[in-house]
T-cell receptor
């Protein structure tokens, strides 16, 4: 089955700086890669996703890049703000069928220092 | 539009008991997936339901089961509870079957087994 590795496990950045979280996946058939943000006491919130036919996607201060050859994808947050502090999860899945749901990375705790 | 709702939010049970958790998807969403979240294992896929049928299943023992009703609401049942079943149980809804569609998570049910 799919295996997703996520790094780093903790990331501390100064407010206003950029943050980058990286994930690698093992199954070359995976073709859908969402990112989720989870705040304390809440469920994961979908913040951006990318499909394998696209190399990059942006949404305001958030961007995701995908390198299918290397089987890795990254989340980029620019001009970080205190409200960006949360745990971020990457995930991967093959959307064409099979018995597995989303496979998640272990999460990155992003801390925005004032 | 209301988000995914889960009840109850918190639950304390004793080893050997059984428990039923409920999930109401976003209006119009027909697919419901369940995930278990623990500090050690992270987010793990349990199963997915679409049109009242289980479509996909993760690697969990048969003590974990679920069902979906004609209004797309879903329930998850865990029988013969073990201490290791203590976790946050999350459900996610999406428009259609499978992983090609964005999944939106509820706040989760925190289950504690003593």
């Amino acid at each position: 089955g799919e295996n997703v590795e996520q790094h780093p496990s903790t990331l501390s950045v100064q407010e206003g700086d950029s943050a980058v979280i990286k994930c690698t996946y093992s199954d070359s058939a995976s073709n859908y890669f969402p990112w989720y943000k989870q705040e304390l006491g809440k469920g994961p919130q979908l913040i951006i996703d990318i499909r394998s036919n696209v190399g990059e996607k942006k949404d305001q201060r958030i961007a995701v890049t995908l390198n299918k050859t290397a089987k890795h994808f990254s989340l980029h947050i620019t001009e970080t703000q205190p409200e960006d502090s949360a745990v971020y999860f990457c995930a991967a899945v093959y959307s064409g069928g099979g018995a597995d749901g989303l496979t998640f990375g272990k999460g990155t705790h992003l801390i925005i220092q004032p | 539009k209301a988000g995914v709702t889960q009840t109850p939010r918190y639950l304390i049970k004793t080893r050997g008991q059984q428990v039923t958790l409920s999930c109401s998807p976003i209006s119009g969403h027909r697919s419901v997936s369940w995930y278990q979240q623990t500090p050690g294992q992270g987010l793990q896929f349990l199963f997915e339901y679409f049109s009242e049928t289980q479509r996909n299943k993760g690697n969990f023992p048969g003590r974990f089961s679920g069902r979906q009703f004609s209004n797309s609401r879903s329930e998850m049942n865990v029988s013969t509870l073990e201490l290791g079943d203590s976790a946050l149980y999350l459900c996610a809804s999406s428009l259609g079957q499978g992983k090609a569609y964005e999944q939106y998570f509820g706040p989760g049910t925190r289950l504690t087994v003593t």
